[in-house]
């Protein structure tokens, strides 16, 4: 038995390989129970290959993974039992209906049949789609197929639910039901590992990101850990009163930064707003503000940007973006 | 039009198989001519050389636009609705009459060049002398086209209607059939009548091409106990066969509109939640109700089994007590022809009947069930689901061939009604009625082992179907073909080996189908079979254990 502070999720070292291409180099991290992790990179990093290889549809080429202390190659079986997978295709059939659809794959994980109808009825209450039990699986939305790919996913009360672009596609509102749903799998102590092309969303849930890109983990932690490891720099705007006061507001950061921050900064007459990038403390930066004001210079706002998950992901991969 | 033309005719261009199928035509009708050929530098003035040349070549020809054609317009709209560029096609400039000639000429360009492979072949067969080129080359190049233009107006309009390409494939393979064989049987039946339905019976047989091929080749009334008799109908054939494709592309036309989108979603219509009445009226009516909730999978049943059942439109119970009451009635109506309207037929060859309609059966349902069991799995993203679940391979092997087997037993034995009254007539049939049957049961087997085997190398159903539709054409049509011509070109040996290949030989051969009596096949079309369908079992399993392990 695990303690509740071991990881559930274990990768060492995994590395993958189809003849001379690398699909996966030498990738390590591990998650704790109910923990949500976004697994982000661009087409083809290789977040596919990472995610069969962990529900065993794949070999590593080196390296392991285990799941809850199940080795996803050589516990193969154990393996289907403890992870839940949703694929990014649904894998609908013709003339099912909803409860029918989950009936099957109830049977195929050999939950027996009384178990399995209540089991049918509690995970279409988490996802909310009891109403739909009686519609034909191919008459469904995109929005509702996703729910009902998350009941599947559910059937057989796997530990780890791992969901392959769960958002894509989806309208506002069905996104906001999706987070919310995830959210609340996680209250339920499921350990959820999340890929998805909407950062934004991600970025809300998860507790920590994996960035990847061209095989290898780029960036791995909580959203602010990444964010200090890959911009030393903060963003902060200074917004004035109005348009006539921008040029000197923006000669009088540049002469309070150093020299290779002073082509950061940017005067934006239209906004009424100055904008730089700096690595200088609170206190150098409590002084600036201070000359400003010295300077009769009606500051109506001096704020940091808060940096996103977007932000962090165009970083990394900008930064390993082959040169052209 | 020409964007559309071009796009469809260079779409099948770049498909391998096509290129394939072209390939194939040309070495097979070489090699077709070049086994006719006369060798050591004598010629036959007789020309019974050159015409048995020619009717190999001509018999090959339909074979060929029959099995090769009907798979490309089929699936042509259909996999554009779904993919969602018809609605493209239908904001465009395009007239709905461009979009239907573009995609009709494209097919019957790609048909005309599959000819064109032909014609060397054709000119050896002329040169061989003894052939007219225009009164029978001609005509018979004219009666293919007209075959091709009907497959191609067909497979457009099932292809408007269907809902998924293997659909529309299964349909088209089974109207065209339907329009080259099944039209004939109504003029078998009424032979020798006259009268309103003889007179219908008679126009329906103008639009087979087999009665005029056989008549272009010499063979009207050789083959078939006269079915294809004397009267060759080559113009009224032309012309129907034209007609009918006419009508059947104005009724395609007239769908090619954004009607064709304009389906609202199933509301999923549950009989369970509606008042008494409406259940009781519905239990009457469908005895096994399509729309009552069902319970969950027993734990005593393969679920992959039930899935199998379920996801098929004709697969839930209601539609298979359809097809087996369907089944039960005509082979009662084929014993009562034999008893009173027919009796010259006599019991043996309503027997005879009865096993082509049971193999017909077999050949037309079972691919269509069996050949899409993995590849549509794979197609639509099912495998990699079944993959994560704890069913073992060889569950998941065996449902999905339990599932077919279950549904052609099931129809099978709705057609032993016509074998009992045949029994009860004729007693002394009773072994011969037993033996057929196994003979049927094993070409059930063989049939649906080859299917599931070669459809689990595809990762589309259409594909899938098509290439075992071919196959089992092929490997049962064949040998008829050969038997066909016995005497003249194929040899006693090449007949008798021939009709060993399927168990469909042995079973006209024992229950005393004239014309098969002579030939003893029993046990050796058994053993063939029996081995046939043990190498296909080991190659589907052996492939879905491949499919099924981790890459």
Request: a positive charge; one cysteine or more; aromatic letters at 8%.
């Amino acid at each position: 038995m695990n303690a509740p502070t071991d990881p559930v999720l274990d990768i060492r070292n995994l590395t993958k390989k189809f003849g001379e291409f690398t699909a996966l180099d030498n990738l390590s991290l591990a998650l704790r129970r109910g923990q949500i992790l976004g697994f982000i990179g661009p087409n083809g990093a290789g977040k596919t290959t990472t995610i069969k290889i962990l529900v065993g549809a794949m070999r590593p080429t080196s390296g392991t993974a285990t799941i809850a202390g199940a080795d996803c190659v050589r516990d193969a079986w154990r393996i289907k039992r403890l992870v839940g997978y949703m694929p990014d295709t649904f894998g609908a059939y013709d003339n099912m209906r909803v409860r029918e659809y989950l009936d099957f794959f109830g049977a195929a994980f050999g939950i027996p049949r009384g178990a399995r109808a209540k089991r049918i009825d509690e995970v279409l209450e988490t996802t909310g789609s009891g109403w739909m039990q009686d519609r034909y699986v191919e008459a469904l939305s995109h929005g509702m197929k996703q729910r009902i790919g998350v009941a599947r996913t559910l059937l057989h009360d796997p530990e780890m639910l791992i969901l392959d672009e769960p958002a894509n596609g989806l309208d506002p509102q069905a996104r906001i039901e999706m987070r919310d749903l995830l959210l609340k799998l996680a209250g339920m102590g499921k350990t959820l590992i999340v890929t998805s092309h909407i950062l934004p969303e991600l970025s809300r849930i998860c507790d920590v990101v994996a960035i990847i890109t061209q095989g290898k983990l780029r960036a791995f932690g909580t959203l602010d850990q990444i964010m200090r490891d890959l911009r030393q720099k903060r963003t902060f705007e200074i917004q004035l009163c109005g348009p006539a006061q921008v040029e000197g507001a923006a000669a009088a950061v540049r002469e309070a930064l150093h020299q290779d921050e002073r082509e950061g900064v940017k005067a934006h007459a239209t906004e009424s707003l100055v904008r730089f990038d700096t690595a200088r403390s609170d206190t150098e930066l409590a002084a600036i503000l201070a000359a400003l004001v010295g300077l009769k210079i009606d500051v109506s706002q001096f704020r940091e940007i808060p940096k996103d998950l977007e932000d962090a992901f165009l970083s990394v991969t900008r930064r390993e973006a082959p040169a052209t | 039009m020409i964007p559309v033309l071009r796009r469809e005719f260079l779409g099948i261009l770049r498909s391998p198989r096509a290129l394939a199928a072209l390939l194939a035509a040309a070495v097979a009708f070489s090699l077709l001519v070049l086994v006719r050929w006369p060798a050591g530098g004598i010629v036959d003035l007789s020309g019974a050389g050159s015409r048995g040349a020619f009717l190999v070549f001509a018999a090959a020809l339909l074979g060929g636009v029959l099995l090769l054609v009907p798979a490309f317009p089929a699936s042509s709209i259909v996999r554009e609705r779904n993919q969602g560029t018809l609605l493209l096609l239908f904001n465009s400039p395009i007239p709905p009459i461009g979009i239907y000639a573009g995609k009709f000429l494209g097919v019957l360009a790609f048909a005309g060049l599959v000819l064109c492979t032909t014609l060397p072949a054709a000119a050896a067969v002329y040169a061989m002398g003894g052939v007219d080129p225009w009164r029978q080359i001609g005509l018979l190049y004219a009666v293919i086209l007209v075959m091709a233009i009907l497959s191609i107006a067909i497979g457009l309009l099932v292809s408007t209607r269907a809902t998924s390409p293997d659909a529309a494939v299964r349909v088209t393979y089974g109207m065209v059939f339907a329009v080259a064989f099944l039209t004939l049987c109504p003029h078998a039946l009424t032979r020798g009548t006259t009268g309103l339905s003889a007179t219908i019976a008679d126009w329906l047989r103008r639009l087979s091409p087999l009665p005029v091929v056989m008549h272009l080749v010499g063979q009207g009334g050789a083959v078939g106990g006269g079915l294809l008799e004397k009267d060759s109908g080559v113009w009224q054939f032309l012309v129907c066969g034209l007609g009918l494709a006419a009508v059947l592309a104005v009724a395609t036309i007239l769908q090619l509109d954004h009607r064709l989108f304009d389906r609202s979603r199933d509301a999923g219509k549950i009989t369970d939640d509606q008042s008494l009445w409406v259940r009781i009226v519905r239990r009457l009516v469908f005895l096994v109700d399509p729309q009552r909730r069902k319970a969950g999978i027993p734990f005593y049943l393969n679920p992959i089994m039930v899935k199998e059942f379920r996801t098929r439109r004709f697969g839930r119970f209601h539609w298979l007590l359809r097809l087996a009451a369907g089944c039960a009635v005509v082979s009662l109506l084929m014993t009562l022809a034999a008893t009173n309207g027919t009796m010259d037929w006599g019991v043996e060859t309503i027997g005879g009947l009865l096993v082509i309609l049971q193999i017909a059966l077999v050949v037309l349902l079972t691919p269509s069930l069996a050949a899409g069991l993995i590849a549509s799995e794979r197609e639509r993203g099912g495998w990699s689901l079944l993959r994560s679940t704890t069913l073992p391979g060889w569950r998941i092997a065996t449902g999905k061939l339990t599932s077919v087997a279950w549904t052609m037993l099931l129809v099978l034995a709705a057609t032993l009604p016509g074998y009992l009254v045949m029994t009860t007539i004729k007693p002394t049939m009773w072994n011969q009625v037993m033996l057929a049957l196994v003979s049927v049961l094993l070409a059930v087997a063989m049939t649906l082992a080859l299917s599931a085997a070669i459809g689990a190398f595809h990762t589309r159903t259409a594909a899938a179907t098509v290439t075992v539709y071919v196959v089992l054409m092929i490997l049962y049509l064949g040998p008829l073909v050969v038997w066909a011509f016995r005497g003249d070109p194929f040899g006693e040996q090449v007949v008798r080996f021939a009709l060993s290949i399927t168990p469909l030989g042995a079973a006209l051969s024992v229950i005393g189908m004239p014309g098969f009596t002579q030939y003893e096949l029993i046990p050796i079309a058994w053993k063939i079979a029996g081995a046939i369908c043990v190498a296909s079992l080991i190659v589907y399993a052996l492939q879905v254990w491949r499919l099924l392990r981790p890459e």
